[in-house]
């Protein structure tokens, strides 16, 4: 049984949507839980063999590091593209509910920093989402004008997360 990332979503928010606090799914291949934190944000747990094909929607989010023998195609288009907030503004939105983290490693400096120039295909943050670190790679060239969220804190899908003038 493979599920992909909207299956997964989907599924998601229908537990949300009810009264059950956890839900576990086994199978000979892998065992996926789902628990509600007493928090805002959920808390999901992937254990075991699991395979999960990401969704066709996950714009430029290749997996850094995935557990055995996880499988996750290349990054396709991006569900809904990131909006413009004036002329020549362009904001980078999560492609998924996660955290944020600017920098690959707690001791190793920020992908980028407000004022950096990018460059389009390169690497300005990680998402990481049920325990797979998933790198955001910039859509446009320009000058990182804002970064409009703390590092390790949760984002949501569509949220945006820097803004960039682009050149």
């Known amino acids: ?7 997964l ?14 839900l576990t799914l086994k199978n000979p291949q892998f065992e996926l839980t789902l628990r509600k934190a007493t928090a805002p ?3 999901v747990v992937l254990s075991s063999d699991a395979t999960i094909s990401t969704a066709a929607s996950m714009p430029s989010a290749t997996p850094m590091v995935a557990p055995p023998p996880v499988a996750t195609p290349a990054a396709a288009e991006p569900a809904t593209p990131p909006t413009s907030v004036a002329s020549d503004l362009y904001e980078i939105t ?8 600017r920098s690959p490693a ?11 120039r990018i460059k389009s295909g390169q690497t300005v943050c990680i998402i990481e989402a ?5 790198e955001l790679e910039a859509e446009v060239s320009g000058e990182i004008v804002e970064i ?13 997360l820097m ?3 682009q050149s």
């Open 94 to 101: 999560s492609p998924m509910v996660g955290t944020f983290y």
């Open 9 to 22: 979503r989907q599924l998601v928010v229908a537990l949300d949507q009810t009264d059950i606090a956890e």
């Open 148 to 160: 409009l969220v703390q590092n390790a804190e949760p984002v949501e899908f569509g949220q945006p």
């Open 130 to 134: 049920m325990k797979l670190m998933n």
């Open 163 to 165: 803004r960039v003038k």
């Open 1 to 7: 049984m493979d599920l992909d990332f909207s299956e």
């Open 106 to 116: 707690p001791d190793e400096p920020p992908f980028v920093d407000s004022g950096d």
């Open 41 to 43: 944000s959920q808390a």
